[in-house]
């Protein structure tokens, strides 16, 4: 495999994708450090995933670098993206000590009822590149937290910070507790058919698919996309299109979460469409964020513009080269448009125009996907109502991409389903057992 540069397009190195063998082997090395990590106490494992945050810290600049060198992403992006990981870890492993089982107690007369927490056992976790590092944490710390191991698979394209990652984890957690397997697709697929206990899959929604279909009854975990909703009342912060231009190019658009169809009332759609604009065109690919991260991905953001029915369509300055796309507004386009029926995944908002509030939440719902969406005005009443009726995991007022490991993550419907961060997560990688005994 050659890796490539997405700034420059150029080869950067090659790679050896891992094949049946290697995925084998894998499995097994993490089937043989199981029952001593899941043996350890919550204690125990915490002090060491606390060591593993310590490694990410000390080693940050060279994190960092591993991940622009994959992805593009301004340094800064990637710097507290590096703080944000070792975040994730030093959570979960506190999180685990402080975890609680369910209710048990006398439920049967005569009996006595005790219900625990168990670790599935070995995770096959399969991660995108838009966040290679990011996501590893999110999808290794609570599983490991809660005394799984893992076998990471990150994407063909950025390999870079799992391998480093694995070569911690072997120093801080222990050999076999953590694996990385870099490779291509059919290194997913080869680790989806191994033997692991459970997969959790970041990515695309067909991906995601052949991934449940290929799991059969394993626990499957899935977060798949969003083509998220933004609903802009006419009494929206003065701050609502900044925001919004500045969430939707965080990361060149490549996020799940990013906002991506703006919907305003018909009275107001016009000056909507112009503060965006004006917004978006401070935003400079190459200035202000990176590339789109491969040459398929830059290829499906052009087909999707170039099939768009937008009678209004205006592109910010900035680099356009190679894999850089610029920050762009599409208006009056009809409601099946590809641009707003596909998730464009990059620095594109459409505006869509909608009769009333009713109308707005309908459009808001019309798309498969339901991950996340946000709602802008100054009426907090209107704002909680409307989030309540939107179809979305996460819904954000007057902010948009404004996380913390302790809130839940996830989707609906075509968005799949799971809870990345918060508490929760950690009961994503575990099992229930119910023991009860005759008095």
């Given amino acids: 495999m050659e890796l490539i540069d997405p700034r420059t397009g150029r080869v950067r190195g090659t790679l050896d994708p891992a094949r049946a063998e290697g995925v084998a082997t894998a499995v097994r090395t993490a089937r043989t450090a199981l029952p001593a990590w899941r043996g350890l106490t919550p204690r125990e494992r915490e002090r060491r995933l606390l060591a593993l945050a310590g490694l990410l810290e000390a080693h940050a600049g060279e994190y960092r670098e591993r991940e622009r060198a994959g992805t593009g992403k301004p340094a800064a992006e990637a710097e507290a993206e590096v703080r944000e990981a070792a975040d994730q870890f030093r959570f979960h492993a506190g999180a685990a000590r402080a975890q ?12 006595r009822s005790w219900v625990g927490w168990e670790p599935v056992g ?35 394209t950025t ?43 970041t990515g695309s929604t067909t991906a ?14 899935l977060e798949l996309g969003g083509n998220s909703p933004v609903l802009v009342l006419p009494d929206a912060p003065d701050r609502t299109f900044a925001d919004l231009a500045a969430a939707c190019t965080y990361n060149a658009g490549q996020s799940c979460a990013a906002p991506a169809r703006v919907i305003a009332l018909a009275a107001d759609h016009d000056r909507v469409v112009a503060a965006l ?30 099939a768009s029915a937008a009678r209004y369509a205006v592109a910010a300055p900035g680099r356009g080269d190679g894999l850089w796309r610029p920050a762009r507004v599409l ?17 594109v908002l459409t505006v869509q125009r909608a009769d009333g509030p009713d109308h707005a939440v309908a459009l808001a719902n019309a798309v498969p996907q339901a991950l996340a969406a946000s709602v802008w005005t100054a009426d907090l009443s209107a704002g909680l109502d409307l989030a309540a009726r939107i179809d979305a995991g996460e819904v954000w007022l007057n902010c948009h991409l404004a996380q913390s490991a302790e809130l839940p993550h996830g989707g609906r419907g075509a968005s799949g389903h799971g809870t990345d961060l918060s508490l929760l ?9 119910t023991v009860t005994a005759r008095l």
């Fill in 100 to 111: 609680t089982a369910p209710a048990a107690g006398g439920y049967l007369a005569g009996h």
């Fill in 425 to 433: 997560a950690l009961q994503e990688y575990q099992r229930p057992k």
């Fill in 331 to 347: 208006a009056d386009l009809p409601e099946d448009d590809p641009a707003v029926v596909e998730e464009v995944f990059g620095p």
């Fill in 277 to 306: 604009t004006a917004a978006m065109a401070a935003r400079r690919a190459g200035r202000d964020f990176g590339p789109l991260n491969n040459a398929d991905q830059a290829a499906r953001h052009d087909r999707i513009l170039a």
């Fill in 122 to 156: 070995v995770v096959g976790a399969i991660v995108p590149w838009n966040y290679p590092l990011l996501m590893a944490a999110w999808r290794c710390a609570p599983a490991l937290a809660a005394g799984n191991t893992v076998v990471l698979k990150p994407a063909g």
């Fill in 208 to 221: 995601g698919a052949e991934i449940a279909a290929r799991a059969g009854g394993r626990r499957v975990s």
């Fill in 159 to 201: 390999p870079d910070s799992a391998l480093l990652l694995a070569e911690h984890a072997d120093r801080a957690l222990g050999a076999g507790v953590l694996t990385a397997l870099a490779g291509d697709r059919e290194t997913g697929r080869l680790l989806v058919s191994a033997e692991a206990d459970m997969i959790a899959f």
